[in-house]
């Protein structure tokens, strides 16, 4: 069984930045796309930023040009870097990695973007 931790949320004024990490307890290159989801009170979940095994990137057009995501091989993890903070960014982010047969999601991280 894959698990996968989150850490990095937080308060954060508007205009701030954070930096989410999402750690695999296994290598995540076995994995064919790393993302992050992300889900507001009220709302459905929604795909923020995703990668995937050759490297291509994808950013939802409301995060395209503040959001960054990574991965560091020798660590097994996956980092979203949100720049230029905004309240409407405020939810739930959550992890998820998938192979080739499964869906693995983290247990989520609250991000809450206020003055």
């Known amino acids: 069984q894959v698990q996968l931790v989150e850490s990095g949320g937080g308060l954060v004024q508007p205009g701030g930045s954070l930096t989410l990490s999402c750690a695999a307890s296994?290598?995540?290159?076995?994995?064919?796309?790393m993302g992050w989801y992300r889900q507001a009170p009220g709302k459905e979940r929604e795909l923020v930023a995703a990668?995937?095994?050759?490297?291509?990137?994808y950013y939802a057009e409301s995060v395209q040009t503040r959001f960054k995501i990574s991965t560091d091989i020798g660590k097994n993890t996956v980092y979203l870097q949100m720049n230029s903070l905004k309240p409407e960014d405020t939810a739930v982010y959550y992890c998820q990695n998938r192979d080739l047969w499964l869906d693995y999601w983290g247990q989520g991280t609250q991000v809450t973007v206020s003055s």
């Open positions: 990668i995937n095994s050759g490297g291509d990137r």
């Open positions: 296994r290598s995540i290159l076995s994995f064919k796309v």
